[in-house]
């Protein structure tokens, strides 16, 4: 592996990493939340979780459009920051420009012979978007109007769990598709914070071929 291909690769575990520290601080803080549920630090706790949150979203947007620039070598910018605007971007040059969650069977046809499988489509934007936006509202203290009519964002634990659980089934294992599929990132973690994330490079000789409405919708939203 030449120097080039090293660094690029160094890249990818970056946002791998910062992704499981992420997922790590937020399970962390609900397993806290949900033992005193209606504690006085109760919203403040649910404030940390849904910014993390928000920065899972704009850390898989970001892994993506760095992957695509280095990787693939697409004519895209290298300047937007905000969800929205990078995946137009990437929507132009890849049909699905976010990761694939998938299972990563290890020596399944001898050693060193590994085998990968889409467990879902990759993630919907529509997705990202809303949990970007619901945390958002989280974030934000409510306007006067908003107090006097009782009309405050609602949360729920539960919801922030699921989402919390679905970040970390990406972050534990997906495959990034880079134009053409000629080129796949593939991320391996195993779901402890000691333990830093993996991540390898398939090379195809062509373009393949993957039909992705024989899987389901990736389930994030609830």
Known sequence: MGGDEQKIRSNYVAIASVMAMRVHVAEDTIATLKKQ???????????VIALQLRLLCETLMLGSTMAHLAEAGMAISDKKWRPKDAFLELSQ????????PIEI???KHGQGKH?????SQPVEFSVLAKVYGTCGDLLHVPTAKQVFTSKLPAFGIGVLE????GFKRIAMAHALMLPKREI???????GKIEEKPEVFRLDAAGESTMNMDNYPPFELLQ
């Open 37 to 47: 549920p209606n504690g006085p630090y109760a919203l403040a706790a649910c404030e």
């Open 93 to 100: 040059v890849n049909e699905h420009p976010l990761p694939m």
């Open 105 to 107: 069977q290890l020596n």
């Open 115 to 119: 085998h990968i499988a889409p467990i």
């Open 162 to 165: 699921a989402w919390i659980n």
């Open 184 to 190: 796949i990132l593939v991320v391996s973690w195993s």
